[in-house]
């Protein structure tokens, strides 16, 4: 049997360590505080935006949001987001997206100023994960990543480490995670000629494909440790990832579930980046 690699006990030690150094910095007068951009009334943004916000009322941290209707000009936009970089009192903002179709969303992330952007969708921020210039965040869902492998005492330098998924929003920051932590990395896709044996002779294994149950039995090995990033809506309504869980589970010594495993842990990444830009600022 796999070891069932949670996120809420994750979640709950970072939470945990935060909490001192919130209170440092209000002790020295600043109060980190994050706000959140929406623009609509997705269900998703809702959910994730009630858990962020327990969140942060966990950590100390204050949250606010600004909330624009659906059909908000992408002028509207603009002014809050700079309004928002403009605004010394806020450390960190996590903008929702997808936005409106009728929205430029690359012109809109751009407006954000990195040190701001807590959730790597800038290009400055891109730019500092891979350069390793310190200047803006990483993705908070591919921090996660790290952050469990890091609690549950898994070492990551040295290790075959290959991620399964080349988006900008998780797989290749990723990969440049696990590359900063002196792993060997493959960025393998869909389309990578041979996947299963890709996938199979890595001993660190992190599916974000975006794409129900495409890794099974074909694509993991005994002593592999699987990250399971994929969220997957099936036709009954449940959520799967894109690990087969069931195939998998009996073979591997270690998988994150779906759901409760790195989704879990991203609220808690999202706080300490907020925590580690007002440390910036003081």
Do not use: W
């Not at 996120?7 to 440092?24: D, H």
């Not at 929406?38 to 949250?63: H, N, Q, T």
């Not at 998988?255 to 609220?267: D, H």
């Amino acid at each position: 049997m796999a070891e069932i690699l949670k996120g809420a006990p994750v979640a709950k030690a970072i939470t945990a360590q935060l909490v001192p150094e919130v209170e440092a910095l209000k002790a020295n007068g600043v109060i980190p505080t994050l706000c959140i951009v929406r623009v609509g009334e997705r269900p998703d943004d809702l959910s994730y935006e009630k858990g962020a916000i327990k969140r942060c009322a966990a950590c100390g941290i204050e949250a606010r949001s600004r909330v624009l209707p659906q059909d908000a000009s992408e002028e509207a936009l603009l002014e809050v987001i700079h309004e928002l970089n403009a605004d010394s009192t806020v450390h960190g903002v996590l903008l929702f997206r997808p936005l409106p179709r009728h929205m430029n969303e690359a012109r809109v992330c751009a407006a954000l100023a990195p040190e701001k952007d807590m959730d790597g969708i800038t290009d400055g921020s891109m730019a500092g994960l891979f350069s390793g210039s310190g200047l803006g965040y990483p993705p908070c869902t591919a921090q996660a990543c790290i952050e469990i492998l890091d609690h549950y005492g898994i070492a990551i330098e040295g290790k075959k480490a290959t991620v399964l998924g080349r988006s900008n929003v998780i797989g290749k920051p990723a990969a440049m995670l696990l590359l900063k932590r002196n792993a060997t990395v493959t960025i393998c896709h869909t389309r990578t000629r041979d996947l299963p044996a890709a996938c199979a002779g890595a001993e660190i294994l992190i599916a974000a494909a975006g794409r129900a149950g495409v890794v099974t039995t074909g694509h993991v090995s005994p002593g592999q440790v699987v990250l399971d990033v994929g969220i997957n809506v099936t036709p009954e309504g449940n959520l799967t990832g894109d690990v087969d869980f069931a195939a998998a589970e009996p073979i591997v010594a270690a998988i994150t579930p779906v759901p409760a495993g790195v989704g879990s842990v991203t609220t808690a990444v999202l706080a300490k980046h907020v925590v580690e830009a007002a440390k910036k600022r003081l």
